[in-house]
């Protein structure tokens, strides 16, 4: 019978020294990845009100207003929401993330 050239046990060495380093990258991915979709959200939910105190509508109409101006110009809702909050807030108005104000 013809010998493997690989030892298994050096092979499964090698796979559990860089699986720790690509979880690492998994998950500072994801923690990026969460970071910016509580800015998004933050962005997205100053919009709503902006919108429902222009508007004089609800926080679902509100959300409808910001998903239809979306699909309307092929524009993420995070973007529209950005432009809506830019456009009617001053500068000390605007959200900043917790990390800012300390």
């Given amino acids: ?6 030892d298994p046990i050096r092979v499964s ?4 020294s860089v699986l720790p380093g690509q979880r690492i990258c998994e ?4 923690v990026a ?3 910016a ?9 100053q919009a709503m009100g902006i919108l429902m105190a222009r508007s004089n509508c609800g ?5 409808t207003l910001l998903t239809h101006a ?5 524009r993420k809702v995070r973007d529209v929401a950005g432009t809506i909050v830019r456009r009617y807030c001053t500068p000390t108005e605007r959200f900043r993330p917790r990390a800012e104000l300390t």
């Fill in 1 to 6: 019978m013809p010998q493997s050239t690989h």
């Fill in 13 to 16: 060495a090698d796979i559990s």
């Fill in 27 to 30: 998950h500072e991915q994801q």
């Fill in 33 to 35: 990845d969460l970071k």
């Fill in 37 to 45: 979709a509580l800015a998004s959200s933050a962005v997205i939910n």
């Fill in 59 to 63: 926080s679902v109409q509100a959300f």
């Fill in 70 to 74: 979306s699909q309307r110009t092929n």
